[in-house]
């Protein structure tokens, strides 16, 4: 019993020292480190807080895209942010354009243009905020709309 009780006695003062030399070893490396993180956390995030303001610009020069497929513009309805250059493509067979509406404001298509065939494309950049109408001349059942926002 005794000796029993001596190698228990030893076992928990071995544990004892270990746990004590890693509360040591633990507690010590952490708290340099902890003040460490906050500062470089902190200084990134301060310029964090500057990129979006440059990537919130970007979009302003963005493209979007349509397709003419079977005498329909697609999507008929865009929606896109100022300074947007829209890119149509005809996918028919036959010649189309893209032209304003009568009723439509400046800032869209002009009312007249040429038309352009199969495999090719029209371009226009909306710099004006609004919703502009627009149509094909030859095929005025084809319609669609431009939405521009700021
Ligand atoms: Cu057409």
């Given at each position: 019993m005794n000796r029993t009780t001596a190698i228990i006695i030893g076992i928990v003062a071995l544990a004892a020292i270990v746990a004590i030399g890693l509360w040591v070893a633990l507690g010590s490396a952490p708290i340099p480190t902890a003040p460490t993180n906050t500062n470089t956390t902190q200084t990134p995030s301060s310029g964090e807080e500057l990129e979006p303001e440059p990537a919130a610009n970007a979009p302003q020069s963005t493209t979007a895209k349509a397709v003419i497929v079977d005498k329909a513009f697609s999507p008929a309805t865009l929606t896109v942010k100022k300074g947007t250059t829209v890119t149509w493509t005809n996918q028919d067979d036959m010649g189309h354009n893209v032209v304003s509406d009568d009723a439509a404001p400046e800032?869209?298509?002009?009312?007249e243009a040429g038309l352009f065939g199969k495999g090719e494309t029209f371009s226009f950049t909306y710099n004006t905020v609004g919703t502009f109408p627009y149509h094909c001349s030859p095929h005025p059942f084809m319609q669609g709309t431009v939405v521009v926002t700021e």
């Open positions: 800032g869209g298509p002009p009312k």
